[in-house]
């Protein structure tokens, strides 16, 4: 069909294929480079580009000619966030998990040195804690919660992040040299998931894997108890459902469909 006689709904799904063509590894666009990448000649492109640019989606280089995201997005995004957002798109998957495993469940995205609880769900023994865990930090060098997103960043931008950085201990258990967190960092990339018992919290032992956007880690999920719940089996029992949940809540992020999974 002549890209001149497409169907609005036709033009409305290439502007969308635009937006979420842009990642970290692909922050402008060309014209001829999209034209090319959609299969549309360079007038289509160039009006799609326009289109997008006029209501703030993207922002033209007056000098390169290049088109990268604009405030339109940003604004879309804080909104999503300040509806629910991350968290809500979470909660189902927390629910799930903690139904399944009779454990707390929750779902921490980076914040700096540390990651942040955004969702938490609790477990058949009722509250880890005497508060509510959501805005609860976790330092990167204590924890399973925090290594399942650290350990799996590239091991440059992790050492920046942590290098000559100096660690609080929290309990007898937490380390605080940095080459033997390095190499719990690789020990958690070797596995898959990370296993704390009371490195950060004296009564707590946990199970954490990382949630993926792509291949690059923007959070993680972690299943936990307290040392002096009654419940059955180890918690390391389990990891098959923690990485179910997590895959599960990555394909949300991604949005995923169910046959493009399977492909």
Same mark, same amino acid.
């Given at each position: 069909?002549?890209?001149?006689?497409?169907?609005?709904?036709?033009?409305? /799904?290439?502007?969308?294929?635009? =937006?979420?063509?842009?990642?970290?590894?692909?922050?402008?666009? %060309?014209?001829?480079?999209?034209?090319?990448? =959609?299969?549309?000649?360079?007038?289509?492109?160039? &009006?799609?580009?326009?289109?997008?640019?006029? #209501?703030?989606?993207?922002?033209?280089?007056?000098?390169?000619?290049?088109?990268?995201?604009?405030?339109?997005?940003?604004?879309?995004?804080? =909104?999503?966030?300040?509806?629910?957002? *991350?968290?809500?798109?979470?909660?189902?998957?927390?629910?799930?998990?903690?139904?399944?495993? /009779?454990?707390?469940?929750?779902?921490?995205?980076?914040?700096?040195?540390?990651?942040?609880?955004?969702?938490?769900?609790?477990?058949?023994?009722?509250?880890? #804690?005497?508060?509510? *865990?959501?805005?609860?930090?976790?330092?990167?060098?204590?924890?399973?919660?925090? #290594?399942?997103?650290?350990?799996?960043? /590239? &091991?440059? !931008?992790?050492?920046?992040?942590?290098?000559? #950085?100096?660690?609080? &201990?929290?309990?007898?258990?937490?380390?605080?040299?940095?080459?033997?967190?390095?190499?719990?960092? !690789?020990?958690?990339?070797?596995?898959?998931?990370?296993?704390?018992?009371?490195?950060?919290?004296?009564?707590?032992?946990?199970?954490?894997?990382?949630?993926?956007? %792509?291949?690059?880690?923007?959070?993680?999920?972690?299943?936990?108890?307290?040392?002096?719940? /009654?419940?059955?089996?180890?918690?390391?029992?389990?990891?098959?459902? *923690?990485? !179910?949940?997590?895959?599960?809540?990555?394909? *949300?992020?991604?949005?995923?469909?169910?046959?493009?999974?399977? &492909?």
């Amino acid at each position: 069909m002549n890209d001149d006689a497409q169907s609005p709904l036709q033009t409305v /799904d290439r502007a969308l294929q635009v =937006l979420i063509s842009y990642s970290e590894r692909r922050r402008d666009w %060309g014209v001829m480079e999209l034209s090319d990448e =959609l299969g549309i000649d360079k007038s289509s492109a160039q &009006r799609l580009l326009a289109a997008l640019a006029f #209501r703030g989606f993207l922002r033209p280089d007056p000098i390169t000619r290049r088109y990268s995201l604009g405030p339109t997005m940003w604004r879309m995004a804080a =909104l999503w966030e300040r509806t629910g957002g *991350l968290a809500a798109l979470a909660d189902g998957v927390l629910e799930r998990l903690a139904r399944d495993t /009779d454990r707390t469940t929750t779902f921490t995205i980076p914040d700096g040195f540390h990651v942040r609880c955004i969702a938490a769900v609790d477990g058949g023994g009722g509250p880890l #804690r005497g508060h509510p *865990l959501v805005g609860d930090l976790y330092p990167a060098h204590a924890g399973a919660t925090s #290594r399942a997103y650290f350990a799996f960043l /590239d &091991r440059n !931008e992790r050492r920046a992040l942590l290098s000559g #950085r100096p660690f609080a &201990r929290f309990t007898d258990l937490t380390e605080v040299d940095e080459a033997a967190l390095e190499r719990s960092f !690789e020990e958690a990339v070797q596995t898959g998931w990370a296993f704390s018992d009371g490195e950060y919290d004296a009564a707590t032992r946990a199970i954490a894997a990382p949630v993926r956007l %792509g291949r690059r880690p923007i959070g993680s999920l972690t299943v936990a108890e307290g040392k002096n719940e /009654d419940l059955p089996g180890d918690i390391r029992d389990q990891v098959p459902r *923690l990485l !179910e949940a997590t895959e599960e809540l990555s394909n *949300l992020l991604a949005h995923r469909t169910p046959a493009a999974r399977r &492909r």
